[in-house]
C-alpha cells in the first residue's frame, strides 16, 4: 500500500515517527502550473521536532541534534517539497526527504584510518618543491645570486 502523507512515518525498523509528532504547511509554489499555481497550495512543508520527540531515547537524540545540526533550526527539522504540481505528490516527496535526512544521521560512519604518505609521493613532492626553488632563483637579478 503506497505511503499516505497522514500515516506515521517510518524511518528505519527500530524507527517509526508518529503522524502526530509531524507538522505540515502549505504555500502556493513557484514554478510551472500557469494559473493553477496561483490558486493551489502545492507547495509543502513538513516539520519534525527532534529535541522534543518522544520516539528518540537519549543516545539518538543527541547524535540526531549534532549530524544534523545545518538543517536544524531551534531542534526542529524542516524539509521544503515543491517539485510536483500535485500537493499529494509534494507531500510524498517531504516525507521522503525527511525519512532519508533521518536515515543518513543515523547510519554508522566509519573512522578514516591515517595512512603515511607513500616514498614515491615524498620524494615528487621534495622534486617539484626543489624544481620550484630553482625556477625563483633564476627570476633574482645576478648579483643576489
Do not use: Y
Not at 505528490?89 to 584510518?113: C, D, P
Amino acid at each position: 500500500m503506497p505511503d499516505t502523507p497522514d500515516r506515521d512515518l517510518e524511518i528505519d525498523d527500530s524507527l517509526v515517527v508518529p503522524a502526530a509528532e509531524l507538522r505540515w504547511r502549505f504555500s502556493r509554489s513557484s514554478g510551472p502550473g500557469g494559473q493553477h499555481v496561483n490558486t493551489t497550495d502545492t507547495r509543502v512543508e513538513l516539520s519534525w521536532d527532534v529535541a522534543a520527540s518522544g520516539v528518540l531515547d537519549e543516545r539518538r537524540r543527541t547524535l540526531l541534534l549534532e549530524r544534523l545540526g545545518s538543517h536544524l533550526a531551534g531542534g526542529v527539522l524542516t524539509v521544503a517539497a515543491s517539485e510536483f504540481r500535485s500537493q499529494l505528490r509534494n507531500r510524498e516527496e517531504a516525507r521522503t526527504k525527511l525519512a532519508s535526512l533521518v536515515r543518513g544521521a543515523m547510519r554508522a560512519r566509519r573512522k578514516r584510518r591515517p595512512t603515511k604518505p607513500t616514498r614515491g609521493s615524498q620524494r615528487r613532492r621534495l622534486d617539484d618543491k626543489r624544481q620550484r626553488g630553482e625556477t625563483k632563483q633564476l627570476r633574482r637579478r645576478p648579483d643576489d645570486r
